[in-house]
């Protein structure tokens, strides 16, 4: 069974069917409570809904402090100077607000980190009992700083396929503390520069894992069923 440890359903309901469809294993992000909803509609057994506002999107939208209260996994939340010009005075509250939550009940979150990697870093440093899911890290700063933190996962996103930088932190990741993610279809065009259908999700997935794999020198099966352990052992943990 293969995991995306990080997807967003961007509003399309044929991409939730497609990873039911494939037997992906997930996580779909949501960044709004109306998101939220549509996803939940749609949900299958092996899919778990996230909620968290997005740092692109805090200056925009209001936290939704029930939903935040219930939902197993926060996130994606975080701090980005690179991909958006809200500025970090208006982001560092709404992702603290988040973060917080998350630490006080013992939920894991997801972490956007672009840019911010230093500062994000030294916060969750100071909160060592929290399980973060790194998602899709890009930075060549800091990568041996981050493995360092116990209580953590990484999530290694499509750009693997070609970029060196996310190759090198591939290299390093302990398979223990990895995931894999697509990040949505979206990202798959961002990476290979041209339209994706929504029926080459799974197959694309399948390449990221055969890259990850070939970088490990590992099969892709045995990758799969290490991924599949590490997906066990976090769902133990909520
Ligand atoms: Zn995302």
Redesign the pocket.
């Known amino acids: 069974m293969l995991i995306d440890m990080?997807s967003?359903s961007d509003g399309n309901a044929d991409f939730i069917k497609e990873q039911q469809r494939a037997q992906v294993a997930s996580i779909l992000?949501a960044t709004t409570t109306a998101e939220y909803r549509f996803n939940e509609q749609y949900v299958g057994q092996q899919q778990l809904l996230s909620y968290g506002v997005?740092p692109w999107e805090s200056e925009r939208q209001e936290i939704d402090e029930q939903l935040l209260s219930q939902v197993a996994i926060i996130g994606?939340i975080g701090l980005d100077t690179e991909w958006t010009d809200v500025p970090l005075s208006v982001q560092r509250p709404v992702f603290l607000q988040q973060l917080h939550v998350a630490n006080d009940s013992q939920r894991p979150v997801i972490l956007?980190t672009k840019g911010c990697e230093s500062e994000i870093l030294r916060i969750i440093n100071e909160l060592p009992d929290l399980t973060v899911l790194i998602?899709?890290y890009s930075s060549a700063e800091l990568q041996s700083a981050y493995l360092a933190r116990p209580n953590s996962y990484f999530s290694i996103g499509p750009d693997v396929l070609t970029g060196e930088v996310v190759q090198t932190f591939a290299q390093k990741v302990p398979l223990s503390q990895m995931f894999i993610e697509s990040?949505?279809l979206e990202?798959f065009r961002w990476v290979l520069k041209r339209e994706v259908a929504t029926s080459e999700y799974a197959g694309l997935l399948k390449q990221v894992y055969q890259k990850v794999a070939d970088i490990r020198s590992i099969s892709r099966s045995q990758l799969v069923a290490q991924l599949e352990s590490n997906w066990q052992h976090l769902l133990a943990s909520i």
């Open positions: 990080h967003h992000n997005h994606e956007h998602h899709w990040d949505g990202s």
